[in-house]
C-alpha cells in the first residue's frame, strides 16, 4: 500500500484523539486566531481580502473576519493569508512548516460549508497537523534547499486531507485528492532577497488549492498514489535531501505531530527565535545596555543561516518589514535596543531607526556544526562590552518549541496581546471548541474581534 493511500484511510477513519493532542489542537488553533486577528487589523494582506471577495462563488463560508460568504476555496484563501500575515504563526520543527496557517483556513472554510461540528473540526484539525507537519518532516530542510517553502509545499497534503474529511469522502477518493494536490505543491523563497508578499500568500494559496483538490477527486479526477512514493513525485522532485516517505506514516494514531509545533513569542522568523532568547538572556543577567555593546558573534545553525544570515542581503538596512523578520544582525540590535521584539518593531518607523542599524552592523556569526533540527537548536552569543568584557549567553533552546513551550498563561497573554480583550468570546469557543453544535457563533465572535467598536475618544 502506499504511502498516500495509508494516510488517506487513516484520515478519513474514525480517530480516538488523545486529550494532550485535543489540547494542542485547540492551543494551536487559538494561536492562529489571534495571529489573524492581527494580521486584519495591520491591513497587511487586504489585497487578499479583496480578491477572495472578487472570486465570490456560492455562499459557503465566510472568510476570517468577514460576515460575507463565499465559495470555500476562496474563504480559505483569504483566511491563511490573514494566519501568516505577521509571520507570528506557529511552526513545527521538524518540517519547519507555519501548520496552523494551512490547517485552521481549510477547517473553517470547509466546516462552514458542510456545517460541520466543533468535535468534526477539532478532529479534522488533527489530520491537517499530522498530514502538513509528517509530510515535510520527511525531508528537513529538503525543501528550503530547494528553494521552496515548505509551507505551501506540504501544506497543500494538509488542505486536501482535511476537507476530504469534512465532506466525507472515502479513501481511495482522498487517494485521488493527495494526488492532484501533489501537482499543485511550490512557494518560491524568491521573497526572501525582495520583501515581496508571496510569502503571506503562500498559505492561502495552499488551502485554496487543497480544497480543489479534493474537490476534484470527488468529482471524478484522479491523481498518482504513488504522489509521495515515486517515481517522479513529490519528493523526487522537490526535496534537496534524500526523503523517508515511510516516516510520513510511520505510527499513525500514536505518535502525534500534533503535541510538537512549536508557538512563537516573536513576530520574526523561528529560525533567529533562539538568537534574540540568548542575547536577551545575557542582557538581563549582566545589566548592560545597548550603548554598551562593541560586537555580538551569534552561533547559527548551518540550517539556519541562509535564510536569516545571507552574505548577499544587507542585513543592517533591510527594505520592508519581512526583509527585517528574517535579518538576524537587525532583529538581534532591536533586541539589545528595546529589551523585546513585537509587532511595533518591525513598523516602518522602527525599520528607519538609525541606531538599530548602526548596532546591527556589528553583529555578526559563526555557522556551527548541525545539531539537530534547526528550528529546535540551541542558542549562544558573545557579547563583546565597551569595558572590555566578553560575556556569554546562552539557551538550550528558544521559548515556545517542544522542549521549553509557552505555559497556557503566556499564550492568553500572546492571544488578547494580538486579539484584544475583544478576542474573549473567541477564547471561549476554542477552548470549549468539541462541544460546539457547529462553527457559527466562533465565526460571528472572529468578525467581532476583528471589527472592534470604537471606545471612547476613538476612531469612528
Not at 530547494?146 to 509545499?153: C, D, I, K, P, Q
Not at 468529482?219 to 517522479?232: Q, Y
Not at 552574505?311 to 520592508?320: E, K, W, Y
Request: one cysteine or more; proline letters at 7%; glycine letters at 12%.
Amino acid at each position: 500500500m502506499t504511502t498516500a493511500r495509508r494516510l488517506a484511510e487513516w484520515g478519513t477513519a474514525p480517530l480516538e484523539v488523545p486529550a494532550a493532542v485535543d489540547a494542542a489542537a485547540r492551543r494551536h488553533l487559538l494561536d492562529g486566531f489571534g495571529a489573524a486577528v492581527a494580521g486584519h487589523r495591520s491591513g497587511a494582506v487586504d489585497a487578499v481580502l479583496e480578491v477572495a471577495s472578487g472570486l465570490g462563488g456560492p455562499p459557503e463560508a465566510a472568510p476570517l473576519g468577514s460576515q460575507e460568504r463565499i465559495g470555500a476555496p476562496a474563504a480559505a484563501l483569504a483566511t491563511g493569508a490573514l494566519v501568516h500575515a505577521l509571520d507570528f504563526d506557529d511552526t513545527h520543527a521538524g518540517g519547519l512548516v507555519h501548520a496552523t496557517a494551512v490547517v485552521l483556513p481549510a477547517v473553517l472554510a470547509v466546516g462552514q460549508q458542510v456545517g460541520a461540528t466543533g468535535r468534526q473540526a477539532l478532529d479534522a484539525a488533527v489530520v491537517g497537523y499530522e498530514t502538513v507537519c509528517r509530510i515535510a518532516a520527511a525531508a528537513p530542510h529538503g525543501f528550503h534547499t530547494r528553494g521552496l517553502h515548505a509551507t505551501m509545499v506540504a501544506g497543500v497534503f494538509s488542505s486536501a486531507l482535511v476537507t476530504s474529511r469534512l465532506t466525507g469522502q472515502d479513501a481511495a477518493t482522498a487517494t485521488d485528492a493527495l494526488g492532484i494536490a501533489g501537482s499543485q505543491a511550490g512557494g518560491l523563497l524568491a521573497f526572501l532577497g525582495t520583501g515581496a508578499s508571496t510569502k503571506q500568500l503562500h498559505p492561502g494559496l495552499a488551502s485554496h488549492a487543497g480544497i480543489l483538490a479534493a474537490r476534484l477527486a470527488a468529482a471524478g479526477a484522479s491523481g498518482p498514489e504513488t504522489v509521495l512514493d515515486g517515481p517522479h513525485g513529490l519528493y523526487d522532485a522537490l526535496s534537496g535531501v534524500p526523503a523517508d516517505p515511510a516516516s510520513v506514516v510511520e505510527r499513525l494514531g500514536e505518535r502525534w505531530e500534533t503535541t510538537r509545533i512549536g508557538i512563537k513569542p516573536y513576530p520574526a522568523c523561528q529560525l533567529m527565535h533562539v538568537t534574540l532568547d540568548a542575547v536577551r538572556e545575557v542582557a538581563a543577567r549582566e545589566g548592560f545596555g545597548a550603548a554598551d555593546v562593541v560586537s555580538v558573534v551569534a552561533d547559527v545553525h548551518p540550517d539556519s543561516a541562509p535564510t536569516v544570515c545571507p552574505p548577499d542581503r544587507d542585513l543592517a538596512h533591510p527594505h520592508s518589514p519581512y526583509a527585517a523578520k528574517f535579518s538576524l544582525p537587525w532583529s538581534t540590535a532591536a533586541m539589545l535596543l528595546d529589551g523585546t521584539v513585537g509587532l511595533a518593531t518591525y513598523e516602518p518607523a522602527s525599520l528607519a531607526r538609525s541606531e538599530v542599524a548602526d548596532l546591527a552592523a556589528r553583529v555578526a556569526w559563526n555557522v556551527t556544526a548541525p545539531t539537530g533540527h534547526a528550528a529546535d537548536a540551541p542558542g549562544r552569543v558573545v557579547v563583546r562590552l565597551s569595558d572590555g568584557r566578553e560575556v556569554i549567553g546562552s539557551v538550550a533552546g528558544s521559548a515556545g518549541t517542544t522542549a521549553h513551550p509557552l505555559t497556557d498563561a503566556q499564550l492568553l497573554e500572546k492571544f488578547f496581546g494580538n486579539a484584544g480583550p475583544e478576542g474573549r468570546a473567541v477564547a471561549d469557543r476554542v477552548e470549549h471548541l468539541a462541544d460546539e453544535p457547529g462553527l457559527d457563533e466562533l465565526v460571528a465572535a472572529l468578525h467581532a474581534a476583528c471589527h472592534p467598536a470604537p471606545g471612547p475618544g476613538g476612531p469612528s
